[in-house]
């Protein structure tokens, strides 16, 4: 078999491990981090000599003023909290992006008389968090159908999962703002969701990667092509095989498996959540051949939207907020190996 990497890694250049911080913008781990449990079962990370401190941050709004101040290396969020952090002159930038679809949308229980963004007008709109870029994604598509987001909705926590779930089934929110594995979650909790119609250009804007501090790109630039072809090569795996993806992260990250539900359930469960993610990371959505690359008309389109409905502030050009300089070190590897070994694989 051909050797997954290339000559070069971080591995020959230190003798000791090389560990990055990285942000969890949600209030816990979840299984969309399956890449790097990937990564670390099949040997991965060994091998590049990399290894991982996970620090849960909240939300994405929390890691971008936690990786301004050096807290953590990288984390896994989208342009609108770049945009902020560069208005105030923190050089932040997306070196990796996965979600080349739109994750964000709103959704109503699948037999609410709710069918289009119109109805709601007068509804309780329910997001994870008021500090969650569901509030600005949630104001944006309200007003591309006229509706004055500030005066015609009510916009309130409503946390994640079954905690949501419960208040949709309650009445006590009629909507969620979220993205697409909180939605999934919802619906494992026993509410399955509809997708409310979203204008149609929307579904192919950018919407998260990995993001770093420009000083952080120069310092650790191997460490970060490291982390981006591990996450590559974690993602070719996940696509080909996502039961054992999940299967993975139940054991890297042992929290993460349901206690009380019945394991053929929540592999299920999980899968679907794993799945709804997937879908966004689809290299053809974003116009893209390569693992981790950025489409620039595509970030264009993306900050043309959020302009156009006063969800940001002017002044940041759509090239500061990615780099593509590193994306030929993320590919990399050898791919029909990777896929070899999600077909091999056995529990």
């Given amino acids: 078999m051909a050797s997954l990497f290339a000559a070069t890694s971080i591995a020959c250049a230190a003798a000791e491990p090389v560990t990055l911080r990285v942000g969890v913008c949600a209030p816990t781990v979840s299984v969309s981090l399956a890449p790097f449990a990937v990564a670390e079962k099949l040997g991965y990370s060994e091998r590049e000599n990399l290894r991982f401190d996970f620090i849960v941050a909240g ?29 105030q002159g923190v050089r932040m930038t997306t070196f990796y992006t996965f979600s080349q679809g739109n994750v964000y949308g709103i959704a109503v229980p699948q037999d609410s008389a709710i069918k289009t963004l119109s109805d709601l007008k007068g509804k309780r ?133 349901p206690v009380g539900t019945p394991e053929e359930q929540a592999l299920a469960n999980e899968v679907a959540v794993l799945k709804a993610r997937l879908a966004n990371w689809d290299l053809a959505l974003g116009g893209v051949s390569d693992w981790g690359e950025s489409n620039p008309a595509h970030y264009a389109a993306y900050v043309d939207f959020l302009l156009k409905w006063k969800m940001i502030q002017p002044g940041i050009p759509p090239t500061d907020l990615y780099t593509n300089a590193l994306v030929p070190a993320f590919n990399r590897f050898d791919q029909q190996a990777v896929l070899k070994a999600a077909a091999d694989w056995k529990k």
């Fill in 125 to 257: 709109i329910g997001v994870t968090s008021m500090s969650s870029v569901g509030v600005l994604n949630g104001r944006a598509f309200l007003a591309t159908v006229g509706l004055n987001p500030q005066t015609d909705v009510a916009f309130s926590a409503a946390g994640t999962g079954a905690q949501a779930a419960a208040l949709l089934n309650r009445g006590q929110v009629d909507a969620v703002s979220m993205f697409d594995t909180q939605f999934a979650m919802i619906g494992n909790a026993g509410t399955p969701l509809r997708l409310l119609p979203l204008p149609q250009e929307y579904r192919a804007f950018p919407t998260t990667g990995f993001v770093a501090l420009e000083s952080t790109l120069r310092d650790k630039r191997a460490a970060l092509e490291a982390l981006g072809r591990l996450w590559a090569m974690g993602s070719e795996f996940t696509q080909a095989n996502p039961e054992a993806a999940v299967r993975m992260a139940w054991d890297y990250f042992p929290q993460l498996k």
């Fill in 59 to 87: 939300t994405s709004t929390d890691c971008a003023k936690y990786l301004a101040t050096r807290q953590f290396d990288t984390a896994q969020f989208s342009i609108e909290q770049i945009i902020a952090m560069r208005l």
